[in-house]
């Protein structure tokens, strides 16, 4: 028996008058996802009542870790998926480079991503701009080191800091077109924080990269913004739990870092960026070999609905939804049969709102598909799933799909 889970990051939402009052899932025409749902469907409270919506508190809890007790900060998540260890008095934080305009004397933030800047750009801005003794003593203050990455992501750890201190930062991607400054930290090293976030604009805001990006129409990633702050997690061991080897493709570190502690194997797959663009084949090419080389379990992550959503862009979140049912469902169901009998769970980590451009942590439809007992083809978006089962605590889906009591 064979195992999966099919993440579209963010692809549940609220209604949307552009679409008839009527949700991306509600609207399209989805048939593999429709025969996903012919063995049951559902709506699952992925995010605990009282916890932040976000990836990191929702993925963990659809792998059977309850936030409640396990989550200390996104960072840290990410960090493992890099694998810097947390030491004894350190702390981690995403370090994203954003897109911010100077209007009216503000600074505005337009992208969370730095317009989604990747590659040779992003480590070059974020190498230039640790190596420029303008951003030095700023970094030097908050004893910060940076493990420099190809995205727009970056892992930022700080020394020497107190067990009781708590951070109070705000995520980009939730503040969008608006003023900087009203979201500058207010808890532990807001100071230290602030003056890398405001030196580093001052270095990037006329970087050659930057320039050139504007020249070329796009946006500049001329900000850093260190936010989700977290300290050494451990979670317990995946195969131990439930009895099932496994393998989870993703193209965050986030995700990775979750495979990480929880003993999972997390390959990269050439072309995974987490964009519209993604490599969806690979993805699934990666999941068939795991499971073929004797996994029972195999994850895929889709980022790509939910960083559309953050960038207000909805014929794209749409199109990602398509592609995630025509090229990676449809070539699941034509390939696992191969491999015997399988159970594939597909579900959004949270909704991802147009209206917002944020995360919401209401529930969310999920399809769990069993090849011995398929069904009829049904639906699976909000309306469809709130007529069917109904599940509270997401952190039993994992069990659930496993044929696991946990």
């Known amino acids: 028996m064979k195992y999966i889970l099919v993440i579209g990051d963010g692809m549940s939402d609220d209604p949307i008058e552009e679409l008839g009052g009527k949700t991306p899932l509600e609207y399209l025409d ?22 932040p919506a976000g990836s990191d508190t929702a993925i963990l809890n ?3 870790y309850d936030p409640r007790w396990s989550y200390t900060g996104r960072s840290v998540l990410e960090a493992a998926g890099v694998g810097v260890t947390l030491k004894k008095g350190e702390v981690s934080m995403r370090v994203n480079l954003c897109a911010v305009e100077e209007i009216d004397g503000k600074l505005i933030i337009h992208s969370h991503n730095g317009g989604n800047i990747e590659g040779d750009e992003a480590e070059t ?16 203050a908050a004893k910060l080191h940076v493990h420099v990455s190809r995205t727009f992501r970056h892992i930022g750890v700080f020394a020497d800091v107190d067990e009781a201190a ?6 980009p991607h939730n503040v969008l077109e608006q003023d900087v400054a009203l979201h500058y930290p207010t808890g532990a090293m807001k100071d230290e924080i602030t003056a890398l976030m405001k030196a580093s604009y001052e270095v990037l805001k006329d970087h050659p990269i930057n320039q050139a990006r504007i020249a070329a129409g796009k946006l500049p990633a001329n900000m850093i913004w260190p936010w989700g702050a977290g300290r050494a997690m451990l979670l317990d061991n995946f195969v131990q739990k439930y009895g099932r080897t496994g393998t989870v493709i993703s193209a965050v570190p986030l995700v990775w870092g ?20 993604t490599n969806y084949a690979g993805k699934v090419e ?12 195999a994850a895929i992550h889709v980022e790509a609905p939910d960083e559309m959503t953050h960038a207000g862009k909805l014929p794209e979140k749409m199109e ?7 090229q990676v469902i449809k070539p699941l169901l034509e390939k696992l049969p191969e491999l015997g009998d399988f159970r594939i769970l597909l579900l959004s980590d949270h909704k991802t709102l147009m209206s917002t451009r944020t995360h919401d942590g209401k529930p ?13 083809p049904s639906r699976l978006d909000e309306e469809t799933a709130a007529k069917g089962e109904w599940l509270p605590e997401g952190r039993f889906i994992m069990g659930r799909l496993l044929e696991v009591s946990k």
């Open 30 to 51: 989805l048939p593999q996802f429709g025969v996903l749902a012919g063995s049951e469907v559902g709506a699952c409270q992925t995010v605990p009542e009282g916890v």
């Open 62 to 64: 659809i792998f059977g």
């Open 125 to 140: 801005l974020m190498n230039d701009l640790l190596a420029d003794p303008r951003f030095q003593p700023a970094k030097e």
């Open 166 to 171: 708590v951070f109070q930062t705000t995520e």
């Open 258 to 277: 979750i495979a990480e502690l929880a003993g999972l194997k997390h390959p990269e797959v050439p072309g995974a960026n987490g964009d519209l663009d």
């Open 286 to 297: 990666a999941a068939i070999k795991a499971l073929k080389n004797g996994d029972d379990f």
């Open 320 to 326: 990602a939804i398509r592609r995630l049912d025509q």
């Open 364 to 376: 969310v439809p999920y399809a769990i598909y069993d090849s011995r007992k398929p069904g009829v």
